[in-house]
Nanobody, 130 residues
Framework: QVRLVESGGDSVQAGGSLRLSCAAS????????FGWFRQAPGKGRGLVAV???????????QYAASVEGRFTISEDTARDIIYLQMNNVKPEDTGVYFC????????????????????WGQGTQVTVSS
């Protein structure tokens, strides 16, 4: 099992930058896929970015179209921290950002669907003003 704690949420002006962190603490040596999802006010939760960086020679990432080219997901596997670097933020990026994990097995693949992620953090609030 792995536990996730997000941090770094803040209020920022449009065009600015922010970096979110997700600290993962685990009880076993299992590998995981990780993702960032967000929930805007009055809307459902949706994909931001996902990453496969464990037990692989080269990290693989996928992004929502709305953040492609502006956001970067990465993982410091030595420190067990998953980052979301947010650049050129827009008011529509406002929301609660959640870190999520999916255990990596021979039968699973990197997924952009939140239903495939069973482990979630408590979320961190990002507010972008115009």
């Amino acid at each position: 099992q792995v536990r996730l704690v997000e941090s770094g949420g803040d209020s920022v002006q449009a065009g600015g930058s922010l970096r979110l962190s997700c600290a993962a603490s685990r009880d076993t040596d299992d590998a995981y896929y990780f993702g960032w999802f967000r929930q805007a006010p009055g809307k459902g939760r949706g994909l931001v970015a996902v990453i496969d960086a464990e037990t692989t020679s080269r990290p693989y990432t996928q992004y929502a179209a709305s953040v492609e080219g502006r956001f970067t997901i990465s993982e410091d596997t030595a420190r067990d921290i998953i980052y979301l670097q947010m650049n050129n933020v827009k008011p529509e990026d406002t929301g609660v950002y959640f870190c999520a994990a999916r255990r990596k097995t021979k039968l699973t693949i990197l997924s952009t669907m939140q239903e495939h992620y069973r482990i979630w953090g408590q979320g961190t609030q990002v507010t972008v003003s115009s």
